[in-house]
């Protein structure tokens, strides 16, 4: 419920702060006194646009805040799953400054326009006399049905049921879209698996050829150049190995008069016996290079082959072939398994199918069992408000066997006539704007004694109504808001008699400014207000003793 209005600085309201109760709430001011205004800046904190820059003073930011007691809203899930700290009193708020930048907050946390219309939509429906398109609406109708039918834990395993079916259902139309394109494709993957098959590709094969190949195309430079260093290394007369030889003996001669010259000695022959083991390998080395024309000519044949088939794959390695090979494999075995799988996926579906048609069977009798009484219970509340003759038959066109939809197989659709004689149609096509209103009103009225719903705002929907009616939609309005908390703006005394709570909204001229503000009317006030209602602004005695009666003093 909406505790607390909090509004400053927006058209002409410069301050304002409404405390309201948590039944039923009566607003009342003349024409043009506010009344909107109020309603206007409400609006902005559940979600709506700012359509034009209406500030009281230019030079300072507009700031509306709603306090809301939510504990009885079930709303913990929303908070957590949009990172939202969770109040029991929830503040919402929203800033404008004089440029016309707009901030939203919810509990002080930065929001979006679109969570804080989510979750003003859950606090607040404000209902006018022109904005009857939700009682037109199938889905809202539906609702209506399956809120007084009372099967909620029926229908939450109904949509559970259906949302697996149609995930199974999703996944074999899948399946079967890839396996009649993978038939088609079978013989190309066939043929390009064995094709990659028959080259018997290893690891690192192509590396390995490749460097191979580049020996043995240049294996007479390189068995030239061994022998030229094995020859300066060691063969030449002047060699490397006799002229560090020649210089050891020097060294060594030199160590028997000077001690210090030891570790040179050994370094240098240490160094000679690595340069002896090098020229060893070099020589082993020359000696194993050999020219193998058809070696050469079966590597580049070899290579040719893995080459042409990176060309026609776009890789560049024998690795990305492999991996090629593997994935027209996998494919391959796919297509041998996919009629299984199919078949499998096909049972289930089955399964599931005959279980969500039990589910469904079960929702619609439970929806057929209900409707009756709802009817009954509706035309009598619409009685209530004065439209004896109203007439409301609900009718529940299946959908073809076997055919569902994430609500059953139901297409629920509300008939309605409020006069004799007249057979019921769509509402759309035959009810007034004052009719909708009252039957709006009859069925938030029989709903709420069912379940818990949002604060519900009605913006003069008592227009085209009067005496006795008005009465009884007044009576309607205060039965409503013993289930939930409920503010009405009306014109009517009748039904302004029935609140809990009585505001007037007026204007007041300060200096050269006229403001919008609002009073909560004590009770000899509020005798005095609805006898203004009655009969103007000097109400006589009369009106004074009629308005008495209407609020039972």
């Known amino acids: 419920m909406l505790s607390r209005l909090s509004i400053r600085n927006y058209a002409l309201i410069d301050t304002l702060d409404i405390s309201f109760s ?37 030079q300072k930011k507009c700031v509306i805040e709603g306090f809301f007691n939510i504990d009885s809203f079930y709303l913990s899930d929303f908070f957590a799953e949009n990172d939202l700290d969770y109040e029991e009193e929830t503040v919402l708020r929203r800033e404008i400054s004089a440029d016309g930048k707009s901030r939203a907050f919810v509990n002080d946390t930065p929001v979006n326009l679109a969570i804080l ?29 399956d809120t007084l039918a009372g099967h909620e834990t029926l229908f939450a395993q109904y949509k559970a049921a259906y949302r697996l079916r149609r995930k199974v259902e999703k996944e074999l139309e899948g399946l079967i879209n890839e396996s009649n394109k993978a038939k088609i494709d079978a013989d190309y993957f066939q043929f390009q698996f064995n094709e990659l098959n028959d080259l018997n590709l290893v690891p690192e094969e192509q590396d390995n050829l490749e460097q191979e190949l580049n ?11 061994l022998v030229d260093a094995n020859y300066l290394l060691n063969d030449d007369e002047r060699s490397v190995i006799i002229r560090l030889k020649e210089v050891l003996q020097q060294l060594n001669h030199a160590q028997k008069f000077n001690l210090g010259i030891s570790p040179i000695a050994e370094r240098l022959e240490a160094c000679l016996i690595e340069i002896k083991d090098i020229s060893a390998e070099t020589k082993k080395n020359e000696q194993q290079i050999q020219f193998n024309e058809s070696r050469l000519t079966e590597i580049n044949e070899r290579l040719n082959s893995i080459y042409s088939l990176q060309k026609k794959h776009r890789v560049s390695t024998v690795d990305e072939l492999m991996a090629l ?32 048609t039990s589910l469904a069977d079960s929702l619609s009798a439970s929806r057929m069992h209900a409707i009756p009484s709802i009817e009954t219970k509706i035309v009598e509340i619409l009685s209530e408000v004065g439209m004896p003759n109203a007439i409301l038959k609900i009718e529940n066109k299946q959908l073809e066997r076997g055919q569902f939809n994430l609500n059953g197989q139901d297409e629920i659709r509300f008939l309605f006539s409020a006069n004799k004689g007249q057979d019921p149609a769509p509402m759309n096509k035959i009810a007034s704007g004052g009719e909708l209103s009252r039957l709006m009103l009859s069925v938030k009225s029989l709903i709420s004694r069912h379940t818990a719903l949002p604060t519900i705002i009605f913006d003069e929907i008592d227009t085209g109504v009067s005496g006795e009616v008005a009465l009884r939609v007044g009576r309607v309005m205060d039965k409503l808001a013993e289930n939930m908390q409920v503010i009405a703006i009306t014109h009517l005394p009748q039904i302004a008699s029935k609140g809990s709570a009585h505001y007037k909204v007026y204007k007041d001229d300060e200096g050269e400014r006229t403001l919008t503000n609002i009073v909560l009317l004590n009770q000899d006030e509020r005798v005095k207000e609805i006898a203004i209602m009655l009969s103007g602004a000097s109400p006589g005695e009369f009106a004074i003793q009629t308005a008495k009666e209407l609020l039972s003093i």
Request: proline letters at 0%; a negative charge.
């Open 22 to 58: 948590k039944e039923l709430n009566i607003l009342t001011g003349e024409t043009g006194a506010g009344k909107s205004i109020i309603l206007g800046a409400l609006s902005l904190i559940l979600g709506q646009r700012i359509e034009g820059k209406y500030f009281f003073n230019q």
């Open 117 to 145: 219309k989510q979750l003003g939509e859950r606090l607040i429906d404000i209902h006018s006399q022109h904005a009857t398109l939700e009682i037109n609406n199938e889905d809202f109708q539906l609702l209506v049905v």
């Open 215 to 225: 020996i043995l195309s240049h294996a007479e430079e390189i068995k030239r150049n």
């Open 325 to 356: 090979k593997l994935e027209y494999s996998e494919k391959l075995v796919s297509i041998l398994f996919a009629d299984e799988k199919i078949q499998s996926l096909e049972l289930e579906l089955n399964k599931l199918t005959k279980e969500l």
